[in-house]
């Protein structure tokens, strides 16, 4: 009856196919691509510091007054320094103090941070003396303040982390305290306050938590920026110590020789960079996950 | 108006206090008796005792720092340990060719970096927009004594475009002291351009959204005016500021620049100074920096009236 009689509707043009939800993990990647570029790239490394000893290297300390200078080639991939290091393994080692200053800055100081920036932003009376101190280190330039800081101290890996961590203490404060005063304003807060919940509670379990998003892409812009500092101030003479292969260092030795030797340069600015933009590309991927809001304005 | 501005200016009173109070202590905190120092190795201790009396490096601390802001404030900033020069004389020496590279840097960045973010905002998820805001995640990420190689090797090396190194005063032509420039102010304005690029892209997309645009739009005004005119002008506000903010990036990629390209400014003295541990010089130039990074960022905050009338005091 249906096929002789009563008309079939047609079939619809495909002209909207049907939105396939994608759930867990890979679907998660495949919307945000920067996540998935950044963070595969930073695993890399991140791979390539831990099992440095595994990948072909040597000891990266090794002198081979002999080896002065060869370019790249079969036995050196990255060539040798003025020393006769072999420059692919001091690179692939050198990925292990970036990350470790880098890593360790961005946890310091979202923590120290985060610590400020809520006695601040809840304390009126220590507010205004901790903003006034907040305000004065933040016109100190970060890399100034860096160097400066080092200059009391000698090279180490720790001291470093020390310095940048100061530095970058001021800005995460000043954000986390933004973001609280914001926050106490909102109808549950006053709910909370009304229900009879005393402040540190107020402050772990209704303030704290809705500052972890903001918190978490400000902490990847620091390790950013912390690993350009840590070669900053090795490249100019105030970082890690000269016997710790870091990429600054690795330039540091080869600036005198840039000229005619470019690649002793040029391979540890290229992991660095590389590094860096993983960090930052992973940053902007959180920020737009994380923050709808605040992704459509930057 | 005249109110707001004397309030301004007294509001960066405690803020200098903090830099004068971080710089002081770093002298003081330093390892080393500065008098022990000055005596030399053969002084007994009862000449130590008696140049330390003579330094006044017997009086507590806050004496010594109230001490210390006295003579800052009458343009004393010491004398360096290791020229033995006051250290006023040697940032005058080095003066010039950080405030040139500073100045070109940031003509030349603010000119590339607002027309790109206007039009990244414009063309908002083309693909203009994308390779412009993937350029700007490049600048971020690039370190400036890298781009500065980079270049130095390419048109300097390679090309023979431009001199490697080096700086020339204006005083010897325009043309010599801006050639030298060229390639230093492009490395350091990289990352600055980036972040004045998104942050104008950012103000411009949230301003173009705005029913007066729409009307303009009606009216029949062109693309470029409602751009430059009618928009651009509304988002000037967290563009200047970010301008104001970025000069730190500024200041600290000039200590980096001037090492990669042998410029003999404030910059490679500070990595001289503290290369040798020669904290008077440290102290003043911290403390140089930091006002000047202050003084911008009033007069930044003073132009907010001029560019938004609707900002009132």
Known sequence: MTAAGAAVAPDLPDLLPAVKPRHGILGFLRRHPTIAAGGALLIAMLMMAVFAPYLGTVDPTALAPARRLRPPSADHWFGTDMLGRDLYSRVIYGARVSLIVGFAVATLASVFGLAIGLFGGFIRWADALLMRVMDGLMSIPPILLAVALMALTRGSVGNVIVAITIAEIPRVSRLVRGVVLSLREQPYVDAAVAAGTRTPMIILRHILPNTLAPMTVQATYICASAMIVEAILSFIGAGTPPTIPSWGNIMAEGRALWQVKPYIVFFPAVFLSLTVLAVNLLGDGLRDALDPRLAKRL | ?313
Not at chain 2, 118 to 135: E, H, N
């Open chain 2, 1 to 313: 108006m005249l109110a707001h501005v004397v309030r301004r200016v007294i509001a960066t009173i405690p803020v200098m206090g903090v830099v004068a109070l971080f710089v002081f202590s770093l002298l003081y905190i330093a390892p080393g008796d500065p008098a022990a120092i000055i005596a030399g190795d053969q002084a007994t201790p009862a000449d130590v005792e008696r140049i330390r009396q003579s330094l006044r490096l017997d009086r507590p601390f806050l004496i010594r720092f109230g001490e210390w802001v006295w003579q800052i404030l009458h343009g004393d900033l010491g004398t360096s340990i290791f020229t033995n020069l006051p250290v006023t004389t040697m940032i005058a020496q080095r003066f010039e060719p950080t405030l040139s590279l500073m100045v070109v840097t940031l003509c030349f960045a603010v000119a590339i970096a607002v027309p790109v973010g206007v039009l990244a905002a414009w063309k908002a998820g083309t693909w203009i927009d994308r390779s412009i805001m993937a350029f700007a995640v490049f600048g971020f990420s690039v370190p400036v004594f890298v781009i500065g190689y980079l270049l130095a090797y390419v048109f300097a090396l390679e090309l023979e475009w431009l001199p490697v190194q080096g700086y020339t005063p204006i005083a010897d032509g325009i043309w010599p002291w801006f050639e030298n420039l060229i390639l230093p102010a492009v490395a350091l304005g990289c990352v600055y351009i980036a972040l004045i690029a998104r942050i104008t892209r950012a103000s411009m997309l949230e301003v173009l959204q705005q029913d007066y645009i729409r009307t303009a739009r009606a009216k029949g005004i062109g693309q470029r005016g409602i751009l430059f005119v009618h928009a651009l002008k509304n988002a000037a506000v967290p563009i200047v500021t970010v301008i104001g903010i970025g000069i730190a990036l500024l200041i600290g990629g000039a200590v980096v620049t001037e090492s990669v390209f042998a410029i003999p400014g404030l910059g490679r003295l500070t990595v001289d100074a503290i290369l040798r541990r020669d904290y008077p010089v440290i102290q003043g130039l911290v403390l140089l920096f930091s006002f000047a990074y202050v003084l911008v960022n009033l007069a930044i905050d003073l132009l907010y009236t001029v560019l938004d009338p609707r900002i009132r005091y």
